[in-house]
């Protein structure tokens, strides 16, 4: 069993700042990337930023220069540093994550539980 503990979220002021953290625990043998999706009222959940291991990382091009995804892999642990927040930020944030249990095993993905963000202009 694996469990996704996320937290950091809030509520902002537009032009603020907002780190959230998510912390995967249990049965982890490797991770292979980690990822923060997000999903506002009414829209589907879309893609923010992954970071593979190591230091490769993707942004979504409306959070580019904005929001910085790191890890500390001695913590299996994934942040998600949101600089310069604008209201259409605003969404539930939730963390992903596709690992092994084994060294030889499928992989899988495991899900966060979600944290609010809000934007207030």
């Known amino acids: 069993q694996v469990q996704l503990v996320e937290s950091g979220g809030g509520l902002v002021q537009a032009g603020g700042s907002l780190r959230l953290s998510c912390a995967a625990s249990?049965?982890?043998?490797?991770?292979?990337?980690m990822a923060w999706y997000r999903q506002a009222p009414g829209k589907q959940r879309e893609l923010v930023a992954t970071?593979?291991?190591?230091?490769?990382?993707n942004y979504a091009d409306s959070v580019k220069c904005r929001f910085t995804i790191s890890r500390d892999n001695a913590k299996n642990t994934v942040y998600l540093q949101m600089n310069s927040l604008k209201p259409e930020d605003t969404a539930v944030y939730y963390c992903?994550?596709?690992?092994?249990?084994?060294?030889?095993?499928?992989?899988?993905?495991?899900w966060g539980q979600g944290t609010q963000v809000t934007g207030s202009s």
């Open positions: 992903n994550v596709n690992l092994l249990t084994a060294r030889v095993s499928p992989s899988y993905i495991y």
């Open positions: 970071i593979i291991s190591g230091s490769s990382t």
């Open positions: 249990g049965s982890i043998f490797s991770i292979n990337y």
